[in-house]
């Protein structure tokens, strides 16, 4: 099990910029795939980006391919994701998600952060 801990969420314009971290603690952090789901009000959560175990690989969904950046520092045991061009539609509670194998689904997901909210207003 892993322990996960996201920041870095606040209230923006759209077009603006957010980096997220998530620092995890417990067992080895290289040893699990990460990933950034996002749930809005009255809707379910849903996949937004993952990344392998040494970072060599990326996953977007599409609503966020070449706007948000998924990477790792697995010396600081932290997953990150850069949003730029933030969109009023991005509003949501983020979550950060660790699994076993690549966490592109919720089905894949061991383990949760509590999650940030991202607000952009319009």
């Known amino acids: 099990q892993v322990q996960l801990v996201e920041s870095g969420g606040g209230l923006v314009q759209a077009g603006a910029s957010l980096r997220l971290s998530c620092a995890a603690s417990?067992?080895?952090?290289?040893?699990?795939?990460m990933g950034w789901f996002r749930q809005a009000p009255g809707k379910e959560r849903e996949f937004v980006a993952a990344?392998?175990?040494?970072?060599?690989?990326?996953y977007y969904a599409d609503s966020v391919k070449g706007r948000f950046t998924i990477s790792r520092d697995n010396a600081k045991n932290t997953v990150y994701l850069q949003m730029n061009s933030l969109k009023p539609e991005d509003t949501a509670v983020y979550y950060c998600?660790?699994?076993?194998?690549?966490?592109?689904?919720?089905?894949?997901?061991?383990?949760w952060g509590q999650g940030t909210q991202v607000t952009v207003s319009s």
């Open positions: 998600a660790a699994g076993s194998s690549i966490v592109t689904s919720i089905s894949r997901v061991n383990d």
């Open positions: 990344i392998s175990w040494r970072g060599s690989s990326t």
């Open positions: 417990g067992r080895t952090f290289s040893m699990y795939a």
